[in-house]
C-alpha cells in the first residue's frame, strides 16, 4: 500500500524558514516524480512545485520565485520542500503526492498533509 | 498568469447526472494539457479520480467519467450518490507547470 506521510509543518514567524518532508512507504521511491500541493484555509488547491524521481529535473509555480526549493532523498525515501521568507498568504496545508513516470502523469497518491502557519 | 475556471457550485438531485468543466484562459484544453479530475471533502486530503482526460484509477467509482467537450474538461458524474457530495477540482499541465482550477462544490440535494 502507497503511504505517504508529510511532517514539518508548524508555526513560524513572517521572514522565516521551514522545511516540509514527505515521507514515502510501499512503492519504489525513485521510480516516482513527485508533488508538492498547497491549500490556504477556506480556498482552493494551488500546485507547487514538482520533482524527478532521479532529482534531475524540478518544475515549480510562478508564485514560488526563489524562495521555495524543492528535492529529494531517495536514501530516505524522502521528499522535502524548502520554504525561505515566508508570508502570511504561505499559510495553509501542504500535501505531497506521488506522480508517474513524467511531470504530467497523475497525482495519484497523496498524503494527508502538514499545515503551515505564518504569523506573528 | 494561466487561469483555469471551474463552476464554483453546482446542485444535482440523488440518481442524477451532472456535469463539471474545465477551461483554460490559454484556449481550447486539449489531451496534450492531461487533465486531471480530484474530489475532496471537508478535512480530508484530495482523492485522485480522473487522468489524462478519461483515465480511472482503480478506485474511481465507474459512475464518474472523464472526457473532453465544446473546447474543455468535463467530469460527468452518472447516477450520482449523496457521498459525492464534495469539492472537484480539475488540473491541467500547461508543458512546465501544473495549474488547478478554482473547484466547484457539488451539492446533492
Known amino acids: 500500500e502507497v503511504q505517504l506521510v508529510e511532517s514539518g509543518g508548524g508555526l513560524v514567524q513572517p521572514g522565516g524558514s521551514l522545511r516540509l518532508s514527505c515521507t514515502g512507504s510501499?512503492?519504489?521511491?525513485?521510480?516516482?516524480?513527485m508533488t508538492w500541493v498547497r491549500q490556504a484555509p477556506g480556498k482552493g488547491l494551488e500546485w507547487v512545485a514538482n520533482i524527478k524521481g532521479d532529482g534531475t529535473e524540478r518544475h515549480q509555480a510562478d508564485f514560488v520565485g526563489g524562495r521555495f526549493t524543492i528535492s529529494r532523498d531517495n536514501g530516505k525515501n524522502s521528499l522535502y520542500l524548502q520554504m525561505n521568507s515566508l508570508r502570511g498568504e504561505d499559510t495553509g496545508v501542504y500535501y505531497c503526492a506521488r506522480q508517474g513516470g513524467f511531470p504530467y502523469a497523475e497525482a495519484s497518491s497523496w498524503g494527508q498533509g502538514t499545515l503551515v502557519t505564518v504569523s506573528s | 498568469q494561466t487561469v483555469v475556471t471551474q463552476e464554483p457550485s453546482l446542485t444535482v438531485s440523488p440518481g442524477g447526472t451532472v456535469t463539471l468543466t474545465c477551461a483554460s484562459s490559454a484556449g481550447e484544453v486539449t489531451s496534450g494539457y492531461h487533465p486531471n479530475w480530484l474530489q475532496q471533502k471537508p478535512g480530508q486530503a484530495p482523492r485522485a479520480l480522473i487522468y489524462?482526460?478519461?483515465n480511472k484509477h482503480s478506485w474511481t467509482p465507474a459512475r464518474f467519467s472523464g472526457s473532453l467537450l465544446g473546447g474543455k474538461a468535463a467530469l460527468t458524474l452518472s447516477a450520482v450518490q449523496p457521498e459525492d457530495e464534495a469539492e472537484y477540482y480539475c488540473?491541467?499541465?500547461?508543458?512546465?507547470?501544473?495549474?488547478f482550477g478554482g473547484g466547484t462544490k457539488l451539492t446533492v440535494l
Open positions: 510501499g512503492f519504489t521511491f525513485n521510480e516516482y516524480w
Open positions: 489524462s482526460t478519461a
Open positions: 488540473l491541467l499541465w500547461f508543458g512546465s507547470s501544473w495549474v
